[in-house]
C-alpha cells in the first residue's frame, strides 16, 4: 500500500472500527498526519493564528484514532488497548512496539488479512 492509497482508505474508513489495518497504511497516515499538522502550523505562524492547526487537528482525530484501532486489530490485540496511552511513557512504548511489530499472517477473529491471503506453508515431507 502506498502513500495515497493510505491515505485514502483511512479517511474513507474514518469510523470503521472494525477490521484490520496493515503496518504500511497505519505508518503512511501516520506520516500524513505529521505532515498536515507540520503545514497547518507554518501557515498559522505566517497568517498570525491557530485556527488551522486546530482544524487540522479536529479533522485527523477520529481517522487516526480508528487506523490505529485498526492496526491493533492486525496485531491480534483488542482496540482496548487504545487506552493504554494514558500511562504515561510506558503506555506510549507500549503501542509503539505493538504498532512496530507484524500483524497476523493469516485471517483472525478481526477479519481477513489486510494484505491477502496468504497461501499456506508446503507440506511437511
Not at 489495518?21 to 502550523?41: G, Q
Not at 512496530?100 to 493469516?106: A, Y
Amino acid at each position: 500500500m502506498g502513500f495515497g492509497e493510505a491515505v485514502s482508505t483511512c479517511f474513507k474508513k474514518s469510523v470503521v472500527w472494525e477490521g484490520r489495518a496493515s503496518r504500511a497504511e497505519y505508518w503512511w497516515f501516520y506520516l500524513a498526519t505529521i505532515l498536515i499538522i507540520i503545514a497547518a502550523v507554518i501557515i498559522d505562524q505566517i497568517i498570525g493564528t491557530g485556527v488551522l492547526y486546530i482544524i487540522a487537528v479536529i479533522v485527523l482525530i477520529l481517522p487516526s484514532i480508528a487506523v490505529l484501532i485498526r492496526r491493533l486489530h492486525d496485531t491480534d490485540r483488542t482496540g482496548w488497548w487504545f487506552w493504554i496511552q494514558l500511562l504515561p511513557l510506558i503506555g506510549l512504548i507500549v503501542i509503539l512496539v505493538f504498532m512496530l511489530s507484524g500483524g497476523d499472517e493469516g485471517d483472525n477473529k478481526y477479519g481477513p488479512n489486510p494484505h491477502g491471503s496468504v497461501a499456506p506453508p508446503p507440506p511437511a515431507v
